[in-house]
Structures are given as C-alpha cells and as structure tokens.
C-alpha cells in the first residue's frame, strides 16, 4: 500500500474542499454514475498525468466512513479514505476509475490540474502515521482493529446488497481491474 502524507487542515477547511469523483448509490441517489464520465478518446498523456496527480495526493486529517466498491462491478475494494489536494476532495478510489475505466474528471477540475501543470501542491503536513497505522494527531481517533473488522464486514455485505438490489452486474469493463 502506498504511503501517504496527511494534509494538516482543520475540520472547516476540509467541509470547504470541492467534491469530485462521489458516485451514486442507494445512499447517494443524487450523484452521478461513472459511467457517464467514460472518454476513451482522452488523450492518454493527460490521463497518465492526471492518474499521477490523483495517486500523489494526501489524506485528510478525518477518518471517513465506509469502504467503496467499484461501479463498474470489479472485486474486491476500492479505497476507504478521503484524498485531498488543497482544493478538491475526492475518494481514495476516485484514481481507479480514471486509470481502469477511461473516467475522465469533470472540466474545472481538469483545468485545476492542468493550472498546475498536473504537479500536485505542497501542503502542510500532519506527522506520520506509525507503523500500527495510528495518526499521532489527537484530532484522528480510528477505531480499534477489531471494530474495524467487523464494522468493513458489515458495510461489506451492505453495500453489496444494496447495490446489486438496485444496480444488476455491469458488463465488464475492457480494461483490467487492479
Ligand atoms: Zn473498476
């Protein structure tokens, strides 16, 4: 698993990020679904850049809740966390639909990124995580790993029921899955 710095931001100015790449589901009828975002015309140079952009940015300093799945049907999950640049705050899975599906993010944030010549900005920074996976920042409680566990199972089997309840197996994707 990659290694990530977290972004030192305070609970207002992450509630004042931009959301980008928040899919629909059963709890979130009102957002897109990725599979409108499909380009498999965008110039692969940006989509690289971008997909490097999105891979390099940080955590937010608040632990999020709930695991994410793949809309287009992959195994397996796609991310649990929050990633954020400094304007934009976008899911740790976000990164896999640009580079697996051909999801090419809405115009303003590509502008945003190309303003920055796809160079991800330096942030101030939270200290590190230790190895236990434990931020020494007071303003991060995770839960023990045995909550963990057993809150990742049942949100597992949640979202898997809601989501093929309402949305049956996509067709798979061309591309391969990581
Ligand atoms: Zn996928």
């Not at 990020?17 to 009828?29: A, H, Y």
């Not at 390099?56 to 966390?81: D, E, I, K, L, M």
Request: net charge positive; charged share 20%; glycine share 6%.
């Amino acid at each position: 698993m990659m290694l990530r710095c977290t972004a030192d931001l305070s609970d207002e100015a992450v509630r004042q990020l931009t959301r980008v790449g928040f899919w629909w589901s059963e709890q979130t009828p009102d957002l897109p679904h990725p599979r409108d975002y499909v380009d498999l015309k965008w110039n692969p140079t940006e989509r690289q850049g971008v997909v490097h952009y999105l891979e390099s940015a940080y955590h937010t300093p608040f632990v999020s809740c709930g695991w994410s799945w793949c809309r287009f049907g992959c195994q397996g999950w796609n991310g649990t966390r929050n990633l954020t640049d400094g304007t934009y705050l976008f899911p740790e899975g976000f990164v896999h639909y640009v580079r697996d599906h051909f999801v090419r993010p809405d115009e303003p944030f590509l502008d945003h990124v190309r303003a920055l010549n796809l160079r991800m900005p330096e942030l101030q920074l939270l200290p590190p995580y230790t190895r236990e996976g434990v931020n020494h920042s007071k303003r991060v409680a995770p839960f023990e790993p045995a909550m963990q566990t057993r809150l990742s199972t049942w949100f597992r089997r949640f979202t898997n029921r809601s989501y093929q309840a309402v949305n049956p197996p996509a067709r798979r994707p061309t591309s391969a899955c990581s």
